[in-house]
């Protein structure tokens, strides 16, 4: 069974940084894109930013030039590096990974459990 386990929320005051981490576990064959989303409260659950396999990212405006997403590929694992935070990043952020489970799956998303980052005056 596959599993997207997140770290490295918290509190952080404006200006900090932050890094998070998702791992994937479990059996499966692939993993396609992987994402970071997050959703406010009151929020539709927004993607922050996306990286494929080959390493090409994206990102939603509001954190270009200030979030940095990575990956791992020999340990299943993506990362945010987020500097320069403010109070509306304040969300709980979540990982989202397409993954083949197995040679004959077709690839589906599978997500994360969510971790809270808030960012204080």
């Known amino acids: 069974q596959v599993q997207l386990a997140e770290s490295g929320g918290g509190l952080v005051q404006a200006g900090g940084s932050l890094r998070l981490s998702c791992a994937a576990s479990g059996s499966f064959f692939s993993i396609n894109n992987m994402g970071w989303y997050r959703q406010a409260p009151g929020k539709q659950r927004e993607l922050v930013a996306l990286i494929t396999r080959g390493g090409t990212s994206n990102y939603v405006d509001s954190v270009k030039g200030r979030f940095t997403i990575s990956r791992d590929n020999a340990k299943n694992t993506v990362y945010l590096q987020m500097n320069s935070l403010k109070p509306e990043d304040t969300a709980v952020y979540f990982c989202?990974?397409?993954?083949?489970?197995?040679?004959?799956?077709?690839?589906?998303?599978?997500w994360g459990q969510g971790t809270q980052v808030t960012v204080s005056l």
């Open positions: 989202n990974a397409d993954i083949r489970p197995g040679l004959r799956d077709y690839s589906r998303y599978f």
